[in-house]
Nanobody, 129 residues
Framework: QVQLVESGGGSVQAGGSLRLSCAVS????????MAWFRQAPGKEREGVAT???????IYSGSVKGRFTISRDNAKNTLYLQMNNLKPEDTAMYYC???????????????????????WGQGTQVTVSS
């Protein structure tokens, strides 16, 4: 089990940028696949981006080309660089982790919240037009 703490959320205007961070503690971070999910009011939680232990990545179509997920195993930290933000990106953003989860599994079985067993409390991102 790991503990996850997100930071970096805030309010920006459309076209702006934010970088989210997720500090991980409690277990060997390098053995976990990591992901960012988001949930807007009245909507289901959706996968934004995921990165496995080999740093292979998957992005949702709505953020591809604008967001970049990365990990620093030396700092036990996950990042999400968000550029060219749009009002529809407004949501609570959650960090998630799962040990020994491969990108192949996500590709063939779906990028869904049920794949991940460890969650942070979330950080709010608000984008105004």
């Amino acid at each position: 089990q790991v503990q996850l703490v997100e930071s970096g959320g805030g309010s920006v205007q459309a076209g702006g940028s934010l970088r989210l961070s997720c500090a991980v503690s409690g277990d060997t971070y390098s053995t976990y696949s990591m992901a960012w999910f988001r949930q807007a009011p009245g909507k289901e939680r959706e996968g934004v981006a995921t990165i496995d232990t080999a740093s292979s990545t998957i992005y949702s179509g709505s953020v591809k080309g604008r967001f970049t997920i990365s990990r620093d195993n030396a700092k036990n930290t996950l990042y999400l660089q968000m550029n060219n933000l749009k009002p529809e990106d407004t949501a609570m953003y959650y960090c998630a982790a799962q040990r020994f989860l491969s990108i192949t599994t996500i590709l063939f079985e779906g990028f869904h919240e049920t794949r991940f067993g460890n969650w942070g409390q979330g950080t709010q991102v608000t984008v105004s037009s």
